[in-house]
């Protein structure tokens, strides 16, 4: 019986501070796992044009190249594309402009679905630009604009040399 006098109990002290501890712990991994669950709904896009320049061909015209990079953590689909605010159309005769995906040269754009670009992809687009496009000449500014299907503009300036 003298032994079970003798045991002193957790003073209140460490008891405060290991329920404030403990209480600290859950707060954090609740605020972590209501973080992964917000981060799930609240995706978005953004593409970069990382680089864009022009190389004057011979006789044809300038060639334009845009190096694009998705650094949105959702994918974009890129759907139409603008030169000067005028619209890079379909069919390669139409303005003297052709847009296609580097590497896939049968890829005209802009295309029915689009360009998709994964979240941390890029992917280069080339415009072909004729000659007898407007009053072009060397030195001229381009405002080269690509329309997602999500609204956004991404938009690079080019001077033609």
């Not at 405060?16 to 972590?32: D, F, P, R």
């Not at 650094?71 to 890079?88: E, H, K, Q, W, Y």
């Not at 000449?137 to 300036?157: E, F, P, Q, R």
Request: charged share 10%; net charge positive.
């Amino acid at each position: 019986m003298n032994t079970i006098k003798n045991r002193r109990a957790v003073s209140p002290v460490i008891a405060t501070v290991i329920l404030v501890a403990v209480t600290i712990a859950v707060a954090v991994s609740v605020a972590y796992w209501m973080g992964g669950i917000a981060g799930q709904y609240t995706r978005f896009e953004k593409v970069a044009v990382q680089t864009s320049y022009s190389v004057k061909e011979a006789t044809s015209g300038w060639k334009v190249t845009m190096e694009l990079k998705n650094t949105g953590s959702a994918d974009a689909t890129l759907i139409r594309m603008f030169v000067n605010d005028v619209p890079v159309p379909y069919d390669a005769t139409h303005y003297g402009v052709s847009a296609y995906v580097a590497d896939s040269v049968s890829t005209d754009l802009p295309y029915a679905s689009g360009m998709t670009l994964v979240s941390g992809q890029g992917n280069t687009i080339v415009l072909r630009i004729s000659s007898t496009y407007g009053q072009l000449s060397s030195g001229t500014m381009l405002n080269i604009k690509v329309h997602s299907a999500g609204g956004m503009d991404y938009i690079a300036l080019v001077q033609l040399v």
